[in-house]
């Protein structure tokens, strides 16, 4: 089993929609979640970081961690065009341990 | 800009060679990461230094080797070049202390053509 599980996609939205993309684990000890953006091959850039369960807000993207179903989101409110990117979750347990990713979950808005 | 800086962008050789890619990490950072990504495969963790240190080892070939130098810049050293390792590697760099343990900082990456 991976320690990381993520839907590939791809997903296909119209623009305004929500977006809801999707990550489960499956070790405990995991206590910091990011989200990354990646767009066409470039390096990750980190959009959201969450320790510990519940919410974070920042404009239009909130990350959600339930740790007891173990298991992540990222709600992308009135998606544009702009968000069309792949979004790759990641994980770990503490400092200095080694983080732990997604296969990541394609994107596109479409105008 | 994430502040990590890599090169060189580009790499085209042939199989049986080796090159060295390189990664400066932001200002502040101790910890550098690097990572392999294919076409058809996510991103992988091959090999994390801390202060010159080699902190933990993922999906490293033992033909790939790295290390990090005293000035924290860090080196990854690919040799016997094969088709298969064509592909994007990208350096992270994260402070690694406990209030931050999350933010990792990736650099733009070297994409290595092997023909």
Redesign the interface.
């Known amino acids: 089993q991976k320690e990381v599980e993520q839907d590939p996609g791809p997903l296909s939205v119209p623009e305004g929609a929500i977006v809801s993309l999707n990550c489960t684990y499956s070790n405990s000890a995991f206590q910091y979640f990011m989200w990354y953006r990646q767009y066409s091959r470039k390096g990750p850039e980190l959009l959201m970081y969450t320790y510990s369960s519940g919410n974070k807000e920042d404009g239009r993207f909130t990350a959600q961690v339930d740790k007891s179903s173990k298991y992540i989101s990222l709600f992308i409110r009135d998606s544009q065009p702009s968000d069309s990117a792949t979004y790759l979750c990641a994980m770990i347990a503490g400092a200095g341990n080694q983080f732990y990713f997604g296969t990541g979950t394609s994107l596109t808005v479409i105008p | 800009d994430?502040g990590?800086t890599q090169t060189p962008k580009h790499l085209i050789t042939a199989t049986g060679q080796r090159v060295t890619l390189r990664c400066s990490p932001r200002s502040g950072d101790l910890?550098v990461?690097w990572y392999q990504?294919s076409l058809d495969?996510?991103?992988q963790?091959l090999i994390?230094y801390?202060n010159g240190e080699e902190?933990?080892k993922?999906n490293i070939l033992e033909r790939f080797s790295a290390q990090q130098f005293p000035d924290l810049h860090s080196e990854l050293n690919l040799s016997s070049l094969e088709l298969g390792d064509s592909a994007?590697y990208?350096c992270a760099s994260s402070v690694?202390?406990?209030g931050?343990?999350?933010?990792?900082?990736?650099?733009?990456?070297t994409?290595l053509t092997v023909l």
């Open positions: 994430s990590v910890s990461y990504q495969q996510g991103l963790f994390q801390y902190r933990a993922g994007l990208f690694l202390t406990s931050r343990a999350g933010e990792q900082f990736f650099g733009p990456g994409r």
